[in-house]
């Protein structure tokens, strides 16, 4: 299953990584580790951070997927569900408002 992962990088901790020159070896590493479909990184809320994309088979690769953020830098990390459009259209969308009787 496709998910969205909301990546929240603390300024501090982000910022002694940018310091010592580590922030963009680890971000490489992490990514290349988990081997999204997209990333996109931008700020939110004020705090630097990024969407990335991942299929999840299973929910035991969740730990895998957001350990290497919290460790490299006290990132917050959010597995949201997403869909893309050839997901939306088998879930049935034009039978899940029709009630018995109110058919249009």
Not at 21 to 32: D, P
Request: charged share 25%; aromatic share 8%.
């Amino acid at each position: 299953m496709r998910f969205l992962m909301h990546i929240s990088l603390p300024a501090e901790k982000f910022n002694e990584a940018l310091r010592d020159g580590s922030a963009g070896k680890k971000m490489t590493r992490i990514l290349e580790e988990a081997k999204p479909e997209a990333a996109y990184f931008t700020s939110k809320d004020g705090k630097r951070g990024g969407y990335i994309v991942v299929n999840i088979l299973h929910a035991s690769e969740i730990p895998g997927l957001a350990e290497p953020w919290f460790l490299n830098f006290n990132a917050t990390v959010e597995f949201l569900p997403a869909m893309v459009p050839e997901d939306l259209q088998k879930a049935g969308l034009d039978e899940l408002g029709v009630c018995p009787g109110n058919a249009i």
